[in-house]
């Protein structure tokens, strides 16, 4: 199905384990984000790529760990998870800079819980 | 001083009546402005954007930027219950990279 997905939806791990979150898009978009959204913070940028083989930080990168081998793929990996990076976590991608291309579209998240 | 500031609610309107939400950024130079509405346990969708001074109408929306004073607005005209969620601002920084979210401001609307 075209559209954004993301997997698993729901993830209970413990703290010290490696965890990665995955996402997917069809659109050929070049951009794809990270964001962690806790009560209080609204969406907080974690880490971004303007494509294949390029990332950058966002404002909360410590812990986190990206990739993108593919233009569709941008998994996000949790080194070694602890209870702080419980949270909801969206993946979303836009087609890049100008105008409407700005929009970001959102996949339906990961609700991780680090016990 | 937070990047991108919303009051947090929740704001409680009547049905039929305009809801007003409101945002205030930092980087004067910004120049993409987004409102995304999201209901309880989904994810954020776009409802509209906004990139020159004045008003802009979509239906039963208008978002309003005024970049001297470094606000955006957005009305809802005629509030339907399912109207109420919560309300992103989202505002894109100088560099055009990275898209700084607000908290959300928490709307209801009573039928």
């Known amino acids: 199905d075209a559209g954004i997905t993301q997997s698993p939806r729901y993830k209970i791990t413990e703290t010290g384990r490696q965890v990665t979150l995955m996402c997917h898009q069809t659109?050929?978009?070049?951009?794809m984000f990270w964001y962690r959204q806790d009560l209080g913070h609204g969406l907080r940028l974690i880490y971004y790529?303007?494509?294949?083989?390029?990332?950058d930080k966002g404002e909360v990168p410590d812990g986190y760990v990206v990739s993108r081998s593919k233009t569709e793929n941008f998994p996000l990996t949790l080194e070694s998870a602890t209870r702080s990076q419980t949270s909801v976590y969206f993946c979303?991608?836009?087609?890049?800079?100008?105008?409407?291309?700005?929009?970001?579209?959102f996949g339906p998240g990961t609700r991780l819980t680090v016990l | 001083q937070k990047e991108v500031e919303q009051n947090s609610g929740p704001l409680s309107v009547p049905e039929g009546a305009i809801a007003s939400l409101n945002c205030t950024y930092s980087?004067?130079?910004?120049?993409?402005f987004f409102w995304y509405r999201q209901y309880s346990g989904k994810s954020p969708e776009l409802i509209m954007f906004?990139?020159?001074?004045g008003d802009k109408e979509d239906g039963r929306f208008t978002a309003q930027l005024n970049k001297a004073s470094q606000y955006v607005s957005l009305l809802i005209r005629d509030s339907q219950p399912s109207d109420s969620a919560t309300y992103l601002c989202a505002v894109l920084n100088t560099g055009g990279f990275k898209t700084i979210f607000g908290a959300g401001t928490r709307l209801f609307v009573k039928a």
């Open positions: 979303a991608s836009s087609g890049g800079r100008g105008t409407s291309t700005d929009t970001q579209y």
């Open positions: 906004i990139y020159s001074n």
């Open positions: 659109w050929s978009h070049s951009y």
């Open positions: 790529s303007a494509a294949a083989d390029i990332t």
């Open positions: 980087d004067r130079g910004s120049q993409s």
